[in-house]
């Protein structure tokens, strides 16, 4: 991909690289390759990693695969066959990067534990760390053209959100009303991530699968939705109710807007994550619920659905302008009736922007 912004990532990196006293960065098929390079090479059992120094970058690279990634690529390779194994061709890599004798080595987090261990055998001499203050830390911050692909990726969960909403009346299952949702995303070319349908006493269960209940009138219904379009997640929950809510619901669903609503006033840049869960959650609390609020305010999203930062009541990380996250607080009161309801923002330098467009009001289906 042409357009990927990798040399200006790259620099960003090795300026990180530079501050932190890290002189080599190892990453890993996966993720973070994604980010600053805009692919990776097949991932399997066979130790593949791109060391880069304030100086160089090389590939370790299983033979099989470096003809296919000639293209993708002009940094230089140390290719390995299955004959002769990864060792020799990982001292060259490193030799060529200048890091045989490096001091400290950042290890991708998502790395296998097997290329972890291989890579620290040959540095006897090296600490270790994750890439949370290097790479981690850029990747949390989004640019322009992250932005506008979560912002598309949101208006088709919107529209998908909106299909299953159509389509919910009493007597339907569960699973049938996913699917509706999965059949929006696909028709869209987008790979559905996760569909949750929780209705009455399920929605109590956060991650409820979808099964063969069927909705019933008095229902009040989770609906937790996301799928990758162009590479990028979608996550979205709202609430809808089969004729007249639950007994105590109506109470309930103005705590946890009351609680969204909090969290997003909480959410500055300069502040800190748990700052954001602590404004979620102590409404929550106030009012008497604070038991059933049983996971964190939120996460954040980008090339994946669930990354840092994390909206946690124990999370330092402090918010900057550009993150992306989910607020998503909920109350879940077993044997009755769950509610959760979850937008993903953008940081704004004056507060959240909201993706979705979709109001959070409950939504009563077939009165
Ligand atoms: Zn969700
Ligand atoms: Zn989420």
Same mark, same amino acid.
């Given at each position: 991909m042409t357009s990927h912004p990798t040399d200006r990532r790259m620099a960003a990196l090795r300026a990180r690289m530079k501050a932190t006293g890290t002189e080599l960065l190892a990453l890993s098929p996966g993720p973070h390759m994604d980010w600053l390079l805009g692919f990776h090479p097949h *991932?399997? +059992?066979?130790p593949c990693l791109l060391l880069i120094t304030d100086a160089a970058a090389a590939w370790l690279m299983p033979a099989l695969n470096a003809e296919g990634m000639r293209e993708k690529t002009d940094l230089p390779f140390h290719p390995w066959s299955d004959a002769d194994g990864p060792d020799a061709a990982l001292a060259a890599a490193l030799g060529a990067v200048g890091a045989a004798d490096a001091r400290h080595v950042a290890l991708? +987090? !998502?790395?296998r534990a097997d290329f972890a261990l291989l890579l620290l055998d040959a540095l006897p001499g090296a600490r270790h760390s994750f890439t949370a203050p290097t790479l981690g830390a850029l990747r949390m911050v989004k640019d322009d053209a992250e932005i506008a692909a979560l912002r598309d990726s949101a208006a088709l969960a919107d529209a998908a959100m909106q299909a299953l909403l159509a389509a919910a009346r009493p007597g339907i299952s569960e699973a049938a009303l996913a699917e509706v949702a999965r059949s929006h995303f696909i028709d869209a070319g987008a790979a559905p991530s996760f569909w949750i349908v929780g209705a009455?006493?399920?929605? !109590?269960? *956060?991650?409820?699968q979808a099964g063969q209940r069927l909705l019933e009138r008095g229902d009040a219904v989770v609906v937790d939705i996301g799928a990758v379009k162009d590479g990028f997640p979608s996550d979205i929950t709202r609430m809808f109710a089969v004729g007249t809510p639950p007994e105590g619901y109506a109470e309930v669903h103005a705590v946890a807007e009351a609680a969204v609503q909090a969290a997003m006033q909480a959410a500055? *840049?300069?502040?800190? !994550?748990r700052d954001v869960d602590a404004a979620a959650r102590g409404v929550i609390a106030d009012a008497g619920y604070g038991q059933y609020f049983v996971h964190r305010t939120g996460h954040g999203i980008g090339i994946e659905g669930h990354e840092p930062p994390w909206i946690t009541s124990t999370s330092d990380t402090v918010l900057e302008e550009g993150m992306t996250f989910s607020i998503e607080p909920g109350i879940y009161l077993p044997g009755r009736f769950g509610i959760r309801l979850e937008e993903i923002v953008v940081l704004r330098a004056d507060g959240p922007e909201v993706l979705s467009s979709l109001p959070r009001d409950l939504v009563v289906v077939d009165g």
């Open positions: *991932p399997d +059992e066979r991708d +987090e !998502a790395m009455g006493g399920n929605g !109590a269960f *956060p991650h409820h500055r *840049p300069g502040v800190r !994550a």
